[in-house]
């Protein structure tokens, strides 16, 4: 009976109490985590530094600084390309609010809904709008914050990494360090693979937009090409999501033929990056099959927003890699794994 007890009460707390501390601690944990995984992705790259000569101290500074570097780089790009495309703003809103009005009018003849009622409906999202963007605005003030804490993790984590990885193999039984030092290399690696992976996939379909949108005679290619790849960080729905903001957007400066252009580029980038592209680069880093994918980006995503699914694939991939040192979760490891791995 109490065996009975002690199992029902070890579910109750992986099924509900983890996703509840998970819920309510998102704020601290989505930021460490992204610390986690970037942290594991400049770990080989402190290891070249250091074995090129520079102090732990100045690697771990180095790897900071093509951080910001980075993070730099990208936002100053977007800052340019946006205020390039702020000087065609007054036109893209006479456009919009054109597209508008034959909306109206197409809906009107359809379903018999007059202007006025649209209008008033309209008005309700927009003010329901309104509220979700106080709160995302209340997000964004703190956002900076975030920022900054997740630098100092990484560096801290960047720092420690030596005597975290000793204090682990502390922890295990001596008949099974050496298997505890090859997951935690492993784990790394996981996650190392993916992102540098994804960013090499990332950057090689902004070419393919760019050369695709400057071929179609796209205004503002560059801009269009590197907001639709950036979104593919985010697994599966993020090309979508991407896509139809870039076709937008290269409709309302140009000419209403611009979103079939960008939707036919997009799709003929896609083939080019699911057969080619993404096997070659990205491959199967993470070790996962398609059904794990999909349900870790989702719960994580309703967890932690998109953070969570940002960060969803490395994070499952590295727990694939703990589960490996358990008889008991073995079977679970296969089971998260696919075919090839």
């Known amino acids: 009976m109490k065996e009975n007890i002690a199992a029902v009460s070890r579910w109750v707390i992986v099924l509900v109490g983890i996703p509840a501390a998970m819920y309510l601690g998102k704020t601290f944990l989505v930021t460490f985590f992204v610390a986690i995984v970037l942290a594991m992705v400049f770990s080989p790259v402190k290891d070249w530094l250091i074995n090129k000569g520079l102090s732990r101290g100045w690697a771990v500074a180095a790897c900071t600084v093509l951080l910001l570097l980075f993070f730099a780089g990208m936002g100053g790009l977007l800052y340019y390309q946006v205020s390039l495309l702020a000087q065609d703003l007054p036109q893209m809103e006479q456009k919009a609010s054109e597209i508008f009005n034959s909306a109206q009018q197409y809906v009107d003849r359809r379903f018999g809904i007059a202007p006025d009622e649209q209008t008033e409906k309209a008005s309700q999202v927009v003010s329901n709008m309104g509220t979700y963007a106080a709160v995302f605005f209340g997000s964004f003030t703190s956002t900076l914050a975030n920022f900054l804490l997740m630098f100092a993790y990484f560096v801290l984590l ?184």
């Not at 099959?289 to 991939?317: H, Y």
């Open 158 to 341: 960047l720092s420690h990494r030596r005597e975290i990885e000793i204090f682990i193999l502390r922890c295990v039984e001596p008949g099974r360090k050496e298997l505890a030092h090859d997951l935690i290399y492993e784990a790394r690696d996981t996650a190392s693979q993916y992102v540098w992976g994804m960013l090499k996939d990332i950057a090689a379909l902004a070419v393919i937009y760019c050369i695709g949108f400057l071929i179609g005679g796209i205004k503002y290619p560059i801009l269009l090409a590197v907001i639709a790849a950036l979104f593919s960080f985010l697994p599966y729905i993020g090309n979508i999501i991407g896509g139809g903001l870039a076709a937008v957007l290269a409709a309302l400066s140009g000419d209403p033929s611009a979103f079939l252009i960008v939707v036919g580029v997009m799709t003929i980038a896609q083939l080019i990056e699911n057969y080619a592209l993404s096997p070659l680069l990205v491959g199967n880093a993470v070790g996962l099959n398609p059904m794990f994918s999909i349900v870790s980006i989702i719960v994580l995503g309703g967890i932690w927003g998109i953070g969570g699914a940002i960060v969803a694939l490395p994070l499952t991939g590295i727990l694939r890699v703990i589960f490996k040192f358990s008889p008991h979760t073995l079977p679970v490891v296969e089971l998260m794994g696919d075919d090839a791995s």
